[in-house]
């Protein structure tokens, strides 16, 4: 039997071509019999990938979750610059300025405006008993600043009601409300829910509550010059990188960040130091060594068990380059069904995490990625399979 045939079958469900052209052409219907032959050893190659892909875009989902929750404030404000007191790690570990910073501020040339953000640790007391800590959010939206976003219920407006707050519905028991009107007390003053928001979390779990600025200001027992931060906006034509050392310069008792700083030292404070990060790093790395290693170990028993088979078509001129790329499709095929399978559960799941405090997040790019790393995945397992098939003498089969 010569390389010239057109196509030689040999057992286990395989098929070689001869000829170069019919070889490549042949590559792909090969890799899918001998992948499909052991249904068995299928099953458990798709059963570790199903569980990487899920494990990795869980992680994953869960990062970009806690990263859009940590600045889901920072990013809704509009300042370029945030005046910050002095060792203020992250937007919810708020402790209040000495106050008048606004003034200073002010008279610094390119600052266009400023806003007052006030945010504090409260007591919220429940109308059935019991009471939980919250995080109280204050500001000035009729000016145009920072204003509660995601409202399903009632509006932003009626909160200059007297004693109305807003509530996410996330909190909802928590908080021991069931939408508007519903009564409680923060740091002993009675409030009453007057806007119902959705999806504002914080990475905490601790519940975000907004109300006025003055409202907030009372509660926290500060003076009406006090705020936990001071947001700058910067006229259009000045440099933000003067501003920032000039506001610095006129108060040396605080920092001053700009937005991307303070988003970063938020996230990085949280992640990597906190044992939240060591626990998403940890999971993501138990995902790709599980995938890898069953994976790797499937397609190398497959291999094994199709030794022979691999001999003979070496033996009738299959290049080492042919059988590479047969074992690489088969990695490939595994990739993209168990890819498909995994990102369907991760879907659902995903599905059912929404309206609870738990936020994950798909998004396309994400969805790419994790596509890219299943098939590097794939193909680093096969790496094991194709040392054991390059090592194949041709002149075996004629022994057996």
Aim: aromatic fraction near 8%.
């Amino acid at each position: 039997m010569t390389a010239s045939k057109d196509i030689s079958e040999t057992g286990g469900g395989m098929i070689a071509p001869a000829g170069n052209s019919k070889r490549l052409r042949m590559a792909p219907k090969l890799a899918y019999r001998n992948l499909f032959h052991d249904r068995l050893s299928l099953f458990v190659t798709l059963v570790g990938i199903v569980f990487s892909v899920v494990l990795l875009a869980f992680q994953s989902g869960i990062y970009l979750g806690i990263e859009r929750t940590i600045a889901a404030v920072i990013d809704q404000t509009e300042g370029e610059l945030w005046v910050v007191p002095i060792g203020t790690k992250s937007v919810d570990d708020p402790s209040l300025l000495p106050g008048r910073e606004s003034y200073a501020v002010l008279s610094v040339p390119g600052v266009a405006s400023v806003e007052t953000l006030v945010m504090g640790f409260s007591r919220w007391r429940k109308r059935n008993g019991g009471a939980t800590t919250v995080l109280l959010v204050g500001s000035d939206w009729t000016q145009g600043g920072f204003r509660p976003w995601n409202v399903i219920e009632g509006s932003v407006e009626e909160l200059a009601a007297p004693k109305a707050v807003a509530v996410d519905k996330t909190y909802f028991k928590d908080l021991d409300v069931t939408g508007l009107g519903d009564p409680a007390e923060i740091n002993g003053q009675t409030v009453t829910v007057g806007a119902v928001t959705k999806g504002i979390r914080s990475f905490t779990t601790m519940p975000y509550v907004f109300t006025t600025l003055g409202r907030a200001q009372s509660m926290l027992r500060a003076n009406q010059e006090q705020g936990a931060y001071t947001l700058v906006k910067v006229e259009p034509d000045a440099d933000i990188a003067t501003v920032q050392a000039r506001i610095q310069e006129r108060l040396p008792d605080v920092e001053v960040l700009t937005r991307g700083e303070f988003r970063s030292r938020s996230i990085n404070y949280w992640l990597f130091h906190t044992a939240a990060g060591s626990g998403l790093i940890a999971g993501t790395a138990l995902a790709l060594i599980v995938g890898i290693v069953i994976v790797a170990q499937t397609l190398y028993s497959s291999t094994k068990d199709h030794i022979n088979e691999f001999a003979t078509l070496r033996a009738l001129g299959a290049s080492s380059r042919y059988i590479i790329q047969v074992i690489l499709l088969q990695a490939l095929f595994s990739a993209v069904v168990g890819y498909a399978l995994g990102m369907s559960l991760t879907l659902a799941i995903f599905a059912a995490a929404k309206g609870t405090t738990l936020n994950v997040v798909m998004t396309p790019g994400l969805a790419l990625l994790l596509f890219l790393v299943t098939i590097g995945m794939c193909t680093i397992a096969a790496v094991s399979a194709i040392f054991k098939v390059t090592r194949i003498d041709p002149a075996g089969v004629f022994s057996r």
